[in-house]
């Protein structure tokens, strides 16, 4: 049974009686006489449990006649609409249709499961996308050159000297001057450094030594000593670690693709001719590329 | 430049796709919904402390392809592509183009309208576990017959008829709205990154903007119990506020709303009186809307809402990012609706109402957001995306003409996307990025707003904090052992004491310097009138203000408006203050927020003008001074 559920014959007859329901449906599907409206028991019970979905209780005899009076205004109004054309070339119902389209092909994607050994496959084939970026530890002194002109690098310096021979305060960062920056950060992430720090520093401290103190580094708020105390280079978790992830990753590929697959194949039922002059389309100078650190790319 | 006026009238289909959708809730089906990954915490400093040490910048009001007047006008970036860009993924925009965040958000609210999330059903004949059941080899039999309406009225009435006939297959039943909150849970990554589940409730009375976003302090499970609250429910946000009152009583989860654009409520946003039934605010309500509307969305794509020159003449920076022609629909503003719109007017107004009902429905913190529609939240000026994707980067006049405010309505009434704010963003100063704690800081309005920069404020009150507490590197423990962060309150004040305030700015890591620190103060006199004063606290470089009129002499101006370039050699990278209130009464009433002004930038504008070789806009500045509101803190007399 299982095995029949995924056969893809079955997901596109599916389709195809979604296809032919939308078409009944957009032709104001209605198996009742043209000129009567039929509000079934199912119809109102249906009214009251929406309402009850939504406010949480059931509605009172007043609000269900209140449902009902509103469903038939619906209804006379969808028919009429219909019948007056007024569902044909609007943008609104055609992209509607068209994304309703696209949530059953995704659907048709995602009903499959993949197995472990397909998402150890997919991880296989994309280390990339799941590498644990690099962590840095490190304590940080800051010096503000606002405040201490030329003297900060001198004094930086003259610190740094010092906590290099194992004579510096016991609290380094009571040293320097006062700050938003945090005087350390562990297992940050280099993004997470350069939005605190700015990049400039972020590329800096990566390159820091080891265990002792250094510096000073520029930044865009002034000098800084630091003090990477550890340093871990990226890798690729184990599968089981970020099965999730490479699960969301493999659905999103997934997705994609049948996405693709579904239209090429719905295309290759009709033959599309262009016809007038096109458009040259609107030359292509990129986005509004960031002329100050970052933007678009 | 271009005369043409372009009124592609987006808005307005907007309204017409939300009201031509049916309510019931579609269906499809989906794999199990993977728990929020085990990834090692990635940053936790300072374990021995327990106060928040770190800000978190994010998007909190972002509308995706769900959203219809998205959607259904060329957005074609769905909630899983949102946050792959908000987590720093290059992402094609759905005009084709390559776009990237310079720097990832920390979190992001998808606030997909509520008004499109109940869809017409969907073709359930799709979802082959229906296959596995009775009622779908029942169904199946009317399509072997060919008889396909017969199968669409089967499900149509068995699905109506009380009796779900896939009860005992949930699986079967998602809709839009657990489509939405799956994204949701599988792009949270606790520690890393945060995707809050969430809706916008768009109210628009008679075209007033009154809406809110809901936000979900817990998960999917909660969520899907219930269908988001939309405008088709109710209009009046003392509905919404029921609908969040029974959703937390029934499953024990937390939820908040942020009300956002007053400035396009025509003097509905902070009314006198209430909605639907006009009576004058009393006590209950003012306790309700302080209770669910912990903050207020003031600066984001449709304009700033800190204050207006009319409210504030004295206040030279008050002319900001302006949104005032009237509303999204066709009604144009009159004078006597400004002081229902605005931020700090309904700070003020709040003291007023607290004296009169003993409960301020206006105690609200402050953030920033985008309000993008196109899927992408954007908010530096340097990468601005617009405000639906019609309206994304291009040379094409419609970037800078398209009517997005006043639509149908007299051409006084409308504003252009070129006036669109390329801004903001929320900052919440918590101890971890999971949706608890930035949830919990949030509903505590230890938050504040920028314009869409990364500058870090941070601001303590208290009565015995001290000038030398500022240069101390334990500088937020002494905050909060001896005063309150923002968004707090102060209590009558000891005999002779008066409210002092630590205050440290620090500009973006990669952006511009400050230009100063400024004080907010709205206080109510003994006669029950308000009162507002802008202090200038702290400022870069050696600047004295006027010896006659006070003021502080402008920053300058570093902008080479045909580069759409600036430099820092004015301003200052950091700027810290002890200040204490001049003239404090302890029986006043009186809030304070802060207020930081960053070196004069390039807008949007001028980067478009530069990269396309188009004319700048006369409307618009070709520089403005980027800035941070803080949430207030409160004095309250007993």
């Known amino acids: ?297 | 430049m271009s005369t043409r006026t372009f009124v592609l009238p987006l808005l307005a289909a907007a309204v017409t796709a939300a009201l031509m959708i049916a309510a019931t809730p579609f269906v499809f089906a989906s794999d199990d919904v993977p728990g929020p990954p085990t990834h090692k915490i990635q940053y936790s400093p300072y374990p021995e402390k327990n106060f928040p040490n770190r800000v978190y910048f994010g998007d909190t009001h972002l509308h995706t392809s769900y959203s219809a007047d998205a959607g259904m006008i060329g957005n074609t970036l769905g909630p899983d592509e949102a946050y792959r860009f908000a987590k720093g993924e290059t992402v094609t925009s759905s005009s084709g183009q390559k776009a990237r965040l310079a720097r990832p958000l920390d979190f992001l609210v998808v606030a997909d309208h509520a008004e499109n999330l109940g869809l017409a059903p969907l073709l359930m004949a799709s979802d082959p576990t229906l296959m596995a059941t009775q009622f779908g080899k029942e169904l199946r039999a009317f399509v072997d017959k060919g008889d396909l309406p017969g199968a669409w009225n089967h499900w149509s009435t068995t699905k109506a008829s009380g009796k779900d006939p896939l009860a005992a297959n949930q699986d079967v039943y998602r809709t839009a709205w657990a489509r939405l909150t799956e994204t949701a849970e599988k792009h949270n990554e606790p520690g890393r990154f945060t995707a809050f589940i969430g809706f916008e409730w768009t109210s628009a009375y008679e075209r007033n903007n009154l809406h809110r976003n809901v936000i979900f302090r817990g998960g999917k499970k909660n969520a899907d119990t219930i269908l988001p609250f939309s405008a088709f429910d109710s209009v009046d946000a003392e509905d919404l506020w029921s609908w969040m009152a029974a959703f937390e009583q029934k499953t024990g989860d937390r939820l908040l709303a942020i009300p956002h654009n007053g400035n396009l409520s025509n003097g509905l946003m902070f009314d006198d009186v209430t909605l639907t039934s006009r009576k004058p605010l009393d006590r209950d309500y003012a306790a309700r809307r302080a209770r669910w509307e912990p903050l207020y969305e003031t600066t984001q794509m449709k304009g700033d809402g800190e204050t207006h020159p009319q409210l504030s003449p004295n206040d030279e920076f008050a002319n900001f990012e302006r949104w005032d022609k009237g509303q999204l629909g066709p009604a144009p503003k009159t004078p006597d609706m400004i002081p229902r719109e605005y931020t700090r007017e309904a700070l003020k107004r709040g003291l007023a109402y607290e004296a009169k009902l003993g409960v301020n429905p206006w105690k609200f913190g402050l953030i920033g957001s985008s309000d993008s529609h196109t899927s992408l939240a954007t908010t530096t000026e340097d990468n601005f995306f617009g405000k639906v994707s019609a309206v994304e980067p291009t040379a094409d006049p419609i970037r800078f003409n398209e009517v997005i405010g006043g639509i149908g309505g007299p051409p006084e009434a409308a504003q252009y996307h070129r006036q669109a704010s390329a801004s903001g963003l929320a900052a919440v100063w918590a101890r971890e990025n999971t949706r608890e704690a930035l949830w919990d800081a949030m509903a505590r309005k230890e938050v504040y707003a920028t314009t869409g920069t990364r500058l870090v404020v941070r601001v303590f009150g208290g009565y015995d904090l001290a000038a030398t507490d500022l240069q101390r590197s334990d500088f937020a423990e002494q905050g909060y052992r001896k005063g309150v962060p923002m968004g707090g309150d102060l209590k009558t004040a000891p005999a002779g004491k008066t409210p002092a305030f630590l205050i440290r700015a620090q500009r973006d890591a990669d952006g511009a310097n400050l230009d100063r620190i400024q004080v907010i103060k709205g206080w109510l006199d003994a006669a029950g009138k308000t009162h507002e004063k802008v202090y200038d606290v702290v400022w870069s470089g050696s600047r004295k203000p006027d010896a006659k009129t006070g003021k502080l002499p402008a920053v300058g101006n570093t902008v080479n408006v045909a580069e759409a370039s600036y430099t820092n050699a004015i301003g200052a990278p950091f700027l810290e203050c002890y200040w204490k209130d001049p003239s404090f009464d302890p029986k006043q009433r009186a809030f304070y927020y802060v207020r930081v002004l960053e070196i004069p930038t390039p807008r949007w504008t001028t980067f478009d003008a530069k990269i396309y070789g188009i004319a700048l806009p006369k409307d618009v500045p070709a520089s403005i001074q980027e800035r941070a509101y803080t949430s207030p803190i409160w004095y309250t007399p007993r």
Do not use: C
């Not at chain 1, 503000?144 to 000297?161: H, M, P």
């Open chain 1, 1 to 297: 049974m299982r095995k029949f559920l995924r056969e893809p014959l079955l997901h596109f007859l599916l389709i195809g009686i979604g296809l032919f329901v939308l078409y009944d449906v957009l032709r104001g599907g209605n198996t009742g006489a043209p000129r009567e409206i039929v509000v079934t028991e199912a119809r109102v019970e249906a009214l009251a449990q929406n309402f009850a979905t939504t406010w949480m209780r059931p509605p009172t005899a007043q609000e269900i006649g209140g449902l009902i009076d509103d469903y038939i205004a619906e209804e006379i109004y969808y028919r009429e609409a219909i019948a007056m054309g007024l569902d044909q070339d609007d943008t609104v119902i055609r992209r509607r249709l068209r994304q309703k389209m696209e949530f059953i092909s995704e659907d048709a994607a995602a009903a499959a499961a993949p197995t472990d050994v397909q998402l150890q496959e997919f991880l296989a084939k994309h280390p990339e996308r799941f590498l644990e970026p690099a962590q840095l530890s490190f304590r940080q002194v800051y010096f503000s050159t606002e405040k201490r002109g030329e003297q900060a690098r001198v004094q930086a310096e003259q610190l740094l000297t010092r906590l290099q021979a194992g004579r510096g305060p016991a609290d380094p960062a009571a040293a320097g001057d006062p700050t938003l920056l945090p005087p350390d950060m562990h297992s940050a992430s280099p993004q997470l450094i350069a939005n605190t720090f700015g990049s400039d520093f972020a590329a800096q401290v990566a390159e820091a030594p080891v265990g002792q103190w250094s510096g000073p580094l520029q930044s865009g708020f002034g000098l800084h000593l630091v003090h990477v105390d550890e340093r871990v280079a990226s890798v690729l978790p184990a599968f089981d670690q970020i099965r999730p992830i490479v699960l969301r990753e493999y659905q999103a590929e997934q997705r994609t693709r049948s996405n693709k697959k579904f239209l090429d194949g719905l295309r290759t039922k009709y033959e599309i001719r262009i016809e007038g002059p096109v458009a040259r389309p609107l030359e292509q100078t990129g986005t509004s590329t960031g002329v100050q650190g970052g933007g678009a790319q």
